[in-house]
């Protein structure tokens, strides 16, 4: 009854809570599943909540989540959006504050780090480089007394490496463990351990 009342109905817009395949659930993450976004093709523009991110194909637009809520919302800008019921038109507006904030830690570059940046935020620091402990400690000391509000700290922080894999910064850790699969030779379906894995990095950030 409801698919039917979407497909017949004359209205320019639509809003809802929808799963659709081909859309991001997460940075780096493209749901494979769900409904069919062709069933709103006779939509002006659509607009939805559910997915964390914001994500659109110029029709349908995935609004995102108004601030941050787990690990893998790190750096993926959050707000919220204004629609102009004449005109049909939306913007976004930034939410300009950030929960989560990971630092890579590494004795050569500890000047470019301003503790005090990470007041009231809930920090990783994942180690890549640590040849003196007492430097270490004097930083992570520094950090607890800026006045963080959560402090983890993640070593030898690494994947099992294949041949030709190259991990760039810019990459969040869903991004290079999707493209880890699909660059893996393996014989089984790659969507579904895509799907499983993601699974369970969100359980993990829930618990982190």
Known sequence: MTYNLVKTSK????MGHLEMSGFQAYRG???????DSSIFNSYKKVFSGHYHTRSDNDKIFYMGNPYEMFWNDVDDQRGFVIFDTETLDHYYVNN???LFKIIYYSDDDLKKVNVEDYE???VKVIVRKKTCSNKF??????????GVAELKVVENFQLVEIEDFNISESEDTLSILSRYIE???????KSSIKNMIFDIYQEACDIV
């Open 120 to 122: 009231n935020k809930i």
């Open 11 to 14: 209205c320019d817009i639509s």
């Open 183 to 189: 660059e893996s030779e393996v014989e089984i379906d």
């Open 29 to 35: 993450h493209t749901m494979e599943d769900g409904m």
């Open 137 to 146: 400690e004097k930083f992570i000391d520094k950090l607890y007394k800026s």
């Open 96 to 98: 300009p504050y950030s």
